[in-house]
């Protein structure tokens, strides 16, 4: 009997998948590691698919408003069921995507101004939590078991190669 052929690189393979896909929908819009932010939604459309694990991030929570914005925009009859990890659920946007049926569980760290409004989501089952980390735990199980297939990360700056 012959066994089946492991796949070795699934990682890989889902990584070139979505940088097609990305390419495919935004042709020109897509300068290399460059995008306007109005095709923004439609980059998040192209490369995140539902059940996925996406991470997202940055210096200061609150600078990723644009991206959490952005995936609120999201169809959730296209995408739905993601599992969100993020240090900090600061901005209402961070829970609308539950509201809206984009996403469905939570890994994270710290909910600040979102408390109340995290704990009445739970309470209703809009929301299933993973586990509430400390930081550095729920940054070490980035690299182990909570490993995003999608990464949104802000920064102040970055260079044309995409460099933070």
């Known amino acids: 009997m012959n066994a089946p052929q492991a796949l070795w690189n699934l990682q890989a393979q889902g990584r070139a998948r979505r940088l097609t896909r990305a390419a495919s929908a935004l042709g020109p819009q897509l300068r290399g590691k460059r995008l306007d932010t109005a095709a ?25 408003d644009f991206l959490a914005r952005s995936l609120t925009q999201l169809d959730p009859a296209q995408v739905h069921d993601l599992h969100m990890v993020q240090s900090v659920v600061a901005l209402p946007e961070h829970l609308d995507l539950f509201e ?5 569980k939570l890994d994270f760290s710290f909910s600040g101004p979102q ?3 995290l704990a009445q989501m739970v309470s209703k089952g809009q929301i299933q939590i993973g586990a509430i980390h400390t930081y550095l735990e729920l940054f070490g199980r980035y690299f182990v078991d909570l490993t995003p297939q999608v990464s949104l990360v802000c920064a102040q700056s970055a260079d044309a190669q995409g460099n933070l």
Do not use: H, M, P
């Open 115 to 117: 408390s109340a409004r």
């Open 40 to 64: 923004a939604v439609q980059l998040l459309s192209a490369v995140i698919e539902s059940g996925d694990r996406v991470c997202l991030e940055g210096n200061n929570q609150k600078q990723a």
């Open 100 to 104: 809206l049926g984009i996403a469905s």
